[in-house]
């Protein structure tokens, strides 16, 4: 899994992390946030590897389908944008169209 894959898989677990098991929750916050091992997770919670690979490709995936449905991770990144936008523009040349623009994008 690269960086990027990572992060977004991370920032996925922090918002919709209440949607999965017990068991899914701790397979992939050590995982992810821990950066545990699989055969090392087998260990802690005394299962298989193959478990604990199956446990977090499932949750994985309802993580994926949450922020399809969602969007709240999405949402969440275009707000930043935009927010980002309104601090970039001097005090000065804040003109209302643009404001308008990038709010109504909100």
């Not at 091992?37 to 446990?55: H, K, N, P, T, W």
């Not at 990144?77 to 001097?90: M, T």
């Amino acid at each position: 899994m690269n960086l990027e894959s990572k992060l977004e898989l991370i920032r996925l677990y922090d918002l919709y992390s209440n949607l999965l098991t017990p068991k899914q929750s701790e397979v992939v916050s050590l995982y992810l946030v821990q950066d545990v091992g699989y055969s090392e997770i087998a260990q802690i919670l005394g299962i298989s590897r193959q478990a604990v690979y199956d446990l977090f490709s499932v949750a994985q995936r309802a993580l994926y389908d949450a922020e399809k449905t969602i969007g709240f991770d999405a949402f969440k990144q275009g707000l930043k944008k935009d927010l980002s936008r309104i601090a970039s523009i001097p005090e000065d040349a804040k003109r209302k169209t643009e404001l308008k623009t990038i709010i109504d994008n909100l």
